[in-house]
């Protein structure tokens, strides 16, 4: 079974830094995508940062020049150098990938990670 396992997530102070990582096990062929997604309480899930298997990368404005997603060249792992956080950034982060698993039928399904927790707070 194809899945996506979130690490890293934790608790870091305002300013601090945090890297989170994303791998992907099972049967795949191919990863098109990846992206993270964040979840604060009482929000809605917002995109965070997504990365292609060309390697073009795309950001929230909110992120921008802070976070840096990057990944190895099959997608397989990827990961979210988060720096200079701040209070907001507090959610739960997820991983989502565009995947396409070696499985009747052969098409790309979007999977999602089961989360992991940032928490920034002094």
């Known amino acids: 079974q194809v899945q996506l396992v979130e690490s890293g997530g934790g608790l870091v102070q305002p300013g601090g830094s945090l890297t989170l990582s994303c791998t992907a096990s099972?049967?795949?062929?191919?990863?098109?995508?990846m992206g993270w997604h964040r979840q604060a309480p009482g929000k809605e899930r917002e995109l965070v940062a997504t990365?292609?298997?060309?390697?073009?990368?795309k950001y929230a404005d909110s992120v921008k020049a802070r976070f840096t997603i990057s990944g190895d060249n099959a997608l397989k792992t990827v990961f979210l150098q988060m720096s200079s956080l701040k209070d907001e950034d507090t959610a739960v982060y997820y991983c989502r990938g565009d995947v396409l698993a070696n499985e009747i039928p052969l098409t790309y399904r979007e999977l999602w990670g089961q989360g992991t927790l940032v928490t920034v707070s002094s």
């Open positions: 099972g049967s795949i062929l191919n990863i098109r995508s």
């Open positions: 990365i292609s298997s060309a390697g073009s990368a």
